[in-house]
């Protein structure tokens, strides 16, 4: 008896380290991330800066050293933070809702339609506020689409209706965009675009991190709210209605929070694949399918992992490769080890 109880304590004990690990891999990751770089950075000097800087103090580091740390460095960690935790929690919640691990948020056609607003007002040489403004438009306008073709079609499976429409709305958005890269001059704004569609964190500011920090945490806020009732939404259209779930009213509610954090995070960091499909698979993994460990487990993996993505996109080589093409070359190899791996944990 009492070995069975060393060994469920055992147990107990690693569980409890399995579940403390999204935490100490975001923690490890934005330490890192701050003071590595092509600047040599010393942790000290982080620290100082951080210590300094919000006050309005002189840190009495060398300029270049205060500007690495406080104007590059630190608004980049921190939109790594916020646009990952959001790619990731919107994936958590399309997954739920759809009740299908292979699904991401791009499911529905957001990341076509914020990549044909990017592309319009960059094809109309408009300023990078109102380009990430009509990208932000774009996702919304998109999903909107969907969802009203998906509402005007009457079928006992609405879920499947809604995705079928997502792939038809998003092959119509991606014949506009290859349009707009026909017509686009090759010299000056196809280059943009294409960069765009790649995804960086490269330009991102201060100020374009605190424009869309609102509408992310406005997203966030209902899918905290309603986590007990998102279990209940993984377990089918009837089953939820049967324990007092209003599904109609609930899921666009819940996919329309999930879509404007994705909205948001894309209009200023540019199309990021994986990270919303492969993230909320990994944190399922840990601490299981209950979303109210879900979803913050989802929020540490997908900050952490975008933030180490982004780090090794700016260190790697000499120049700075695109999100995308890291998130693709890793989550691709990965999801496929999945896929082979824990094969029974998908059905």
Known sequence: MSEARATAAAAARTLGLIRFAPAALLVAVVILALFTGKYAASPGDVLTVL????????????IATETAIWQVRLPRVLAGLAVGAALAAAGATYQGLFRNPLVSPDILGVSAGASLGAALGIFLSLNVLVIQTLAFLGGLGAVAAVYAVGSAIRTRDPVLVLVLAGVAVGALLGSALSLIKILADPYNQLPAITYWLLGSLASVTRGD??????????????????RWRMNLMTLGEEEAQALGVETRVL??????????MTAAAVSITGVIGWVGLIVPHVARMLVGPDFSKLLPASLMLGGGFLVAVDLVARSVATIEVPLGVL?????????????????????
Not at 51 to 62: H, I
Not at 213 to 226: M, R, S
Request: proline share 10%; aromatic share 8%; hydrophobic share 60%.
């Open 327 to 347: 998130t693709a070359a890793l989550g691709a190899p990965f999801f496929l080890w999945l896929l082979a791996t824990a094969r029974r944990g998908w059905s």
């Open 209 to 226: 991190l605190g424009s869309v920090l609102p509408a992310i945490l406005i997203g966030l806020a209902p899918l905290a709210l309603l």
């Open 251 to 260: 899921r666009p509610l819940l996919i329309a929070a999930a879509t404007l």
């Open 51 to 62: 210590a300094t800087k919000p006050f309005g103090l002189a840190s009495g580091l060398p």
